[in-house]
């Protein structure tokens, strides 16, 4: 009976070690509670070196595991220091055609937005801290799971919290650079945002770019510029009194801005314009035998904005009667929804409804800023 004692007593004292001791295989040293010394070259005190530990695995009592250190800072901590075939670390699949993450990284906190689930990099030495760049997702609501919630994130530390850099709307794609919310495929937000260098000549047609009131860059060329070309004719029945232009015929309009004789601008900007009339010569019998005074004005938003004039003289006693040709040429700057109208006037003339003084017009417009 004592003896049976004696051998309880000391299973119980052996296997008490054992629950408190550490494993080791292939040292006689374990620096952990599980420790494996690939090369067996590990000393037999005190803590292996750098070049001991590469081919080492410890598990610590925390549950942390080193591949290739003996005093692992995280849950997995990989050592490498060795490169095969162009790379130290390596994961394998045959993942095929299908469309799964070879690793997947899970943020597992409740669904919040803001969360953030990222892998890091830092280039500062094995003693910095945390990474200084980070990509991955962040969520923008606290709803969905199917994705629509998560928009790719790319940001980076300088000392303190990440700063964000770059990201990609889960929904549309658009890409924001300086901004968490872009509003085309590629929004950028800063001061002077873009330089292009090493431009080479375009051969064909071609045009150039534009930045409209919002931001947006645009393709302009001859055919989505503002610009009209319109003629007609003007027939003035009273004297001393403007009339407004007959209705045209358009050449083009490429932005449909001109209505009946109103040109309404559809952008903010700077436009060319230029109006003239052809007023006819009349016999001496006609006006007080000693021709007229021609009269071309430019209305913007109905107040005058520009009045020429111009003599129109009796015909060359052996000649046909010609045409004076009076004309305006203008820089306007308009807002959205800016109109120009146009009108003629004849001064010591003596037209009537009857017998109206009759010129042909040409208006020219283009939107140059």
Do not use: C
């Amino acid at each position: 009976m004592k003896i049976s004692k004696f051998y309880i007593l000391s299973l119980t004292f052996v296997l008490s070690g054992l629950a408190k001791s550490q494993v080791g295989i292939s040292t006689q040293n374990p620096q952990g509670t599980l420790h494996v010394d690939g090369a067996k070259d590990n000393p037999a005190t005190g803590a292996p070196s750098a070049s001991q530990a590469a081919n080492d695995v410890v598990i610590t009592s925390t549950g942390d595991m080193g591949v290739g250190t003996t005093v692992p800072d995280t849950k997995l901590h990989v050592v490498s220091s060795v490169a095969n075939a162009n790379r130290y670390n390596l994961i394998d699949a045959t993942a095929g055609t299908n469309q799964y993450g070879i690793i997947a990284l899970r943020n597992t906190s409740p669904l919040a937005t803001g969360n953030y689930s990222l892998i890091g990099f830092t280039n500062s030495g094995p003693t910095s801290g945390g990474t200084n760049w980070a990509l991955g997702s962040v969520r923008t609501g606290a709803t969905l799971s199917n994705g629509s919630e998560e928009d790719f994130y790319i940001g980076n530390s300088l000392g303190g919290n990440l700063l964000e850099r770059m990201r990609i709307n889960s929904t549309t794609g658009n890409v924001g650079i300086g901004t968490s919310a872009p509003t085309n495929k590629l929004h950028v937000n800063a001061t002077d945002p873009l330089r292009l260098e090493g431009l080479q000549a375009s051969s064909g047609t071609s045009g150039s770019l534009t930045v409209n009131s919002t931001g947006v860059v645009q393709l302009r060329n001859s055919s989505s510029i503002s610009a009209v070309r319109a003629i007609g004719n003007v027939s003035i029945t009273v004297n001393n009194t403007f009339t407004t232009i007959g209705t045209p015929t358009e050449t083009f309009d490429n932005l449909n801005e001109l209505t009946v004789t109103t040109f309404t601008a559809a952008a903010t900007g700077l436009y060319k314009v230029d109006f003239s009339i052809d007023f006819p010569q009349r016999a001496n019998t006609e006006d007080g035998g000693d021709g007229y005074i021609a009269d071309v004005k430019l209305n913007l938003n109905g107040t005058e904005y520009s009045r020429k004039k111009a003599k129109v003289t009796l015909p060359e006693v052996s000649g046909l009667a010609s045409f004076i040709t009076a004309s305006t040429s203008e820089l306007i700057k308009m807002a959205a929804g800016d109109t120009l109208t146009f009108q003629g006037k004849t001064f010591g003339s003596t037209p009537t409804a009857a017998a109206p003084i009759t010129g042909s017009y040409t208006i020219n417009i283009v939107r140059i800023d």
